[in-house]
């Protein structure tokens, strides 16, 4: 199995930036695709964004309401997956998760992903 730990959270003003890290142990971090999802309050579990396990062949994808704000990467030689957030707005604000498949080409459901980290906090103020 494959460990995962979120970090980076906090809060920021709208129009501010955080970067979320989660860092993977446990196994080879190259054979998973990783994922960013979020959840606030009373909502259901909603996905972010997704980087292939190799980067360089592959590929991104960005819930709609987060293109040219945010954007995913990796550092397989770190076992780390990166959230960069700019131009923060309140609806922002959730509990962000880490998740990872070793299932190619996985999805957007939360489903489809066997591995979550613990969640880290953003918050945005208005």
């Known amino acids: 199995q494959v460990q995962l730990v979120e970090s980076g959270g906090g809060l920021v003003q709208a129009g501010g930036s955080l970067r979320l890290s989660c860092t993977a142990s446990g196994r080879t971090f190259s054979d998973y695709d990783m994922a960013w999802f979020r959840q606030a309050p009373g909502k259901e579990r909603e996905f972010v964004a997704r980087i292939s396990r190799s980067w360089s062949s592959g590929s991104t994808y960005y819930v709609d309401s987060v293109k040219g704000r945010f954007t995913i990467s990796r550092d397989n030689a770190k076992n780390t997956v990166y959230l960069q957030m700019d131009n923060l707005k309140p609806e922002d604000t959730a509990l962000y998760y880490c998740?990872?498949?070793?299932?190619?080409?996985?999805?957007?459901?939360?489903?489809?992903?066997?591995?979550w980290g613990q969640g880290t906090q953003v918050t945005v103020s208005s």
């Open positions: 998740a990872a498949s070793k299932t190619i080409g996985v999805g957007t459901r939360p489903d489809e992903y066997g591995y």
